[in-house]
Nanobody
């Protein structure tokens, strides 16, 4: 399984970005896709997740109402639409795949495959 993340960039406070994560290789019947972010000096942080089959979603409180996770089954792609970006959203964003969406989607240890990061920088 391979995950290819893209869409990061440098923007200003209040701007928007859309991250994409293309999943290729073996497929699973009930996976979940998550987005995590990491800033140097801090622990990796859960951002959002979506269960592929049912479409249910979870978000960390700090992004609720600003970020939206979605999927495109035909393209095997998960998106993270990020609006009203803040400086504290600056981080490297990673997408990850959980083969079976049974455990806590907020725990990075649940995820089996990770993509490379994409840098998001928000400046004021």
């Amino acid at each position: 399984v391979q995950l290819q993340a893209s869409g990061g960039g440098s923007v200003q406070t209040g701007d928007s970005l859309r991250l994409s994560c293309v999943v290729s290789g073996r497929t699973y019947s009930d996976p979940a896709l998550g987005w995590f972010r990491h800033t140097p000096g801090k622990e990796r942080e859960f951002v959002a997740a979506i269960v592929w089959r049912g479409g249910s979603t979870e978000y960390i409180d700090s992004v609720k109402g600003r970020f939206t996770i979605s999927r495109d089954n035909a393209k095997n792609t998960v998106y993270l639409q990020m609006n009203s970006l803040k400086s504290e959203d600056t981080a490297i964003y990673y997408c990850a795949l959980d083969r079976v969406a049974w455990g806590s989607l907020r725990e990075s240890s649940e995820y089996d495959y990770w993509g490379q990061g994409t840098q998001v920088t928000v400046s004021s």
